[in-house]
C-alpha cells in the first residue's frame, strides 16, 4: 500500500565531506555508514515537494511546499541484499500540520520554520533557490544550471547520492524503523555556480558547525520525479 504520493521537482544537493564520528550518535541500530571512495558525506538538500497526496487524498492548503534537509547515507545486509538508504538529522517544512504527521506517522525529525523558493528560468539555463529561516537570519542553497539533461553515469558521485530507496529512522538505541521510497532514476543538469548561507551549528548541532566554513565536497542538483512512500514499515 503506498501511503504518500507526491513530486519531488529541482532536488539540491550540497554534499559534505565529514569525519565519521561525529554521524556514530545518530546511526540507529542495524545499519552501517555507506561511503563513497572511503568518504563518508553528508547532504544538505533542498528541493519543491509537489502535489502531495496521503493514500491518494489530495492535502487542500498543503501539497505543495519547500523541504530543506540535513541527511547521511547508510546500508543494511540482509541476507546477500544491500539495501542503501539514508538518515535524516533533521527535515524542514513550512507546515506544523505536515511535520506533524510525518513525526507521528513515521517517528522523523522534522521542524516547521519559514521557508520560500525562487526558480528562474532562461533559454539555456536556470537558478534554482531554496531559503529557510532561522531567528530571523534567512539561509539559503542557490545554484544556477544549464538546461540540458544528463543521465547519470554508473559509479558517479551523483549516482551514490541519489540512488538511495530506504529511509531509517533511530526511534530509540534499541528500535530502527525501515521504510522504501520509490522513484525513476533521475536525469541531472550541470552546474554553473552556486552560494550557500547555512549556520548548521544553530540549526543541526554544535557535530555539524564544522560545516559553516567547510567547502562542498560536491554540488548538483536533479530534475526530480513523482515519487511514492510505502505504508508498511519493518522495526529492528
Not at 487524498?57 to 543494511?76: A, D, Q
Not at 542503501?84 to 507546515?95: A, D, M, W, Y
Not at 537558478?127 to 531567528?135: C, G
Not at 538546461?147 to 526511534?171: C, D, N, R, W
Amino acid at each position: 500500500m503506498i501511503f504518500l504520493k507526491a513530486k519531488w521537482q529541482n532536488i539540491i544537493m550540497v554534499n559534505y565531506e565529514i569525519d565519521p564520528e561525529y554521524l556514530l550518535p545518530f546511526l540507529p541500530k542495524g545499519v552501517e555508514l555507506d561511503c563513497y571512495e572511503g568518504k563518508a558525506l553528508v547532504s544538505l538538500v533542498g528541493f519543491l515537494f509537489k502535489d502531495s497526496t496521503i493514500f491518494n487524498i489530495p492535502i487542500p492548503f498543503l501539497g505543495t511546499f519547500e523541504e530543506v534537509n540535513l541527511r547521511f547515507y547508510v546500508k543494511r545486509k540482509v541476507g546477500n541484499e544491500i539495501k542503501r538508504g539514508v538518515v535524516f538529522i533533521n527535515e524542514t517544512v513550512p507546515n506544523k500540520s505536515v511535520a506533524y504527521v510525518a513525526n507521528k506517522l513515521y517517528k522523523e525529525h522534522y521542524t516547521a520554520v519559514p521557508t520560500k523558493h525562487d526558480w528562474v528560468f532562461s533559454t539555456e539555463s536556470k537558478t534554482i533557490e531554496y531559503q529557510w529561516r532561522v531567528n530571523e537570519n534567512w539561509n539559503h542553497i542557490k545554484l544556477n544550471a544549464f538546461l540540458a539533461k544528463q543521465k547519470m553515469k554508473s559509479g558517479s558521485i551523483e549516482e551514490f547520492i541519489f540512488e538511495h530507496y530506504y529511509g531509517y529512522t533511530k526511534v530509540n538505541e534499541h528500535k530502527t524503523i525501515e521504510y522504501q521510497i520509490n522513484h525513476p532514476s533521475w536525469e541531472i543538469n550541470q552546474i554553473l555556480d552556486y552560494s550557500i548561507q547555512c549556520d548548521f551549528g544553530i540549526f543541526y548541532g554544535e557535530n555539524f558547525k564544522i560545516l559553516n566554513h567547510k567547502t562542498p565536497h560536491s554540488v548538483m542538483i536533479a530534475e526530480g520525479s513523482g515519487i511514492s512512500v510505502n505504508w508498511k514499515r519493518y522495526s529492528f
